[in-house]
């Protein structure tokens, strides 16, 4: 098969964990037999610096003609002060609008490798864990209506949550979809005992539900969702949520997996296309200097091979790839004991595509 992927380098040093995921696709395509043709566009900071805006036309126009998209990260010190519409984060709000990215899908793993690195009690690290957060992207309070006005004692702002049922169970089939591939299990998260829009969001679960009678599904209010993350992380599998409660829970799961360099995303349209990308950001301090964990990128492109090419044997030898680094006691600077040696961005790199 033949394949288009626009590669969205970005700045600092996504760049480096870009082209590291490249180096693996090229590998996997050697062994499969397919073509990935890869074309490099502009955005963020290295954007700015050339053209003047954080996300040119031109970007959105080849992403749109791609069959996916890989980004690395944006954003450093250098345009840290310019005006808020010219920063390159900017882009990555616009980008995803373009796209009509509506689901953000989050995995959180415990590598029993890793099981070291996780801040949790040793008896709960003990049983790991394989999270899957289906977040809804583009509706919610952060893209409802918004202000000031005077009010009861003065100066007040608001924001306003609204979902539609639409929207609701678009997001919803993703999860109950998702489940199907993995443990059949979707815990659906909510505050119904205080807001309307939860009590929608339940009701339109719970219809949807009854089409999916072989995935368990559940409800979790969101204060118990944020304790039972740190408390028994084992018992979820597909996690549902809105956006704002996706937001902190899905920081949350990451921070329990013990490194941020190995977590991967997706955010998928309702068409095949969708832009790829590790949770970090372009870790300025440690820029230019070789030693970036490369997986959470690496990680990325397996999900683009799964969720956009549906191709999961792919996707899998990458996945078997870099648990097997890991097992081997392989690590970048970020997972490494103090004190104990550690591979560069290209030496991980090199390990995982030899065991492809
Ligand atoms: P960050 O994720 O870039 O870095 C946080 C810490 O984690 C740093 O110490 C960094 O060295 C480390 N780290 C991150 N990725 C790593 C990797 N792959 N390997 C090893 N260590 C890694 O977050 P930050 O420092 O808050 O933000 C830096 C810049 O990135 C800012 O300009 C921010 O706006 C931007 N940012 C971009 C995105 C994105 O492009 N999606 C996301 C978050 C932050």
Known sequence: MKYEI???????????????????LKAIAVKFGHEFIFTPYLIGGAAIDEVGVPLPDATVEGCLRSDSVLLGAVGGPKWDTLPG?????????????????????????????LKDSCPL?????????????????TGGIYFGDRGYREGKY????????????????????????????????????????????????????????????????????????????????????????????????????????????????ASLSDNTRGMYEPIHGSAPDIAGKGIANPIATILSAAMMLRYSFSLSAEADAIENAVSSVLNDGLRTADIAAKGDPFLTTAEMTDAITERI
Request: charged fraction near 30%; aromatic fraction near 6%.
């Open 6 to 24: 626009a590669l969205l380098r970005g700045d600092g040093i996504g760049p480096e964990i870009v082209d590291s995921a490249v180096r693996v």
């Open 85 to 113: 519409n010219l920063r390159p984060e900017k882009a990555l709000l616009g980008i995803r609008k373009a796209l009509g990215l509506f689901t953000n899908l989050r995995p959180a793993r415990l590598y029993p490798a």
């Open 121 to 137: 009690r040793e008896s709960v690290a003990a049983n790991g864990f394989d999270i899957m957060i289906v977040r809804e992207l």
């Open 154 to 265: 003065g100066e007040e702002a608001f924001d306003t949550e609204c979902y539609s049922r639409f929207e609701i169970e678009r997001i919803a089939r993703v999860a109950f979809e998702t489940a199907k591939k993995r443990r059949s299990k979707v815990t659906s998260i909510d505050k119904a005992n205080v807001l309307e829009t939860s009590r929608l969001w339940r009701k339109t679960v719970h219809e949807l539900a009854a089409e999916y009678a072989d995935v368990e599904c559940s409800d979790m209010l969101v204060d118990n969702a944020a304790m039972q993350l740190v408390k028994n992380p084992a018992q979820f599998d597909v996690v549902l949520t809105s956006n704002m409660f996706g937001d902190i829970l899905s920081d949350e799961a990451s921070q329990i997996t013990g490194s941020i360099g190995l977590l991967p995303s």
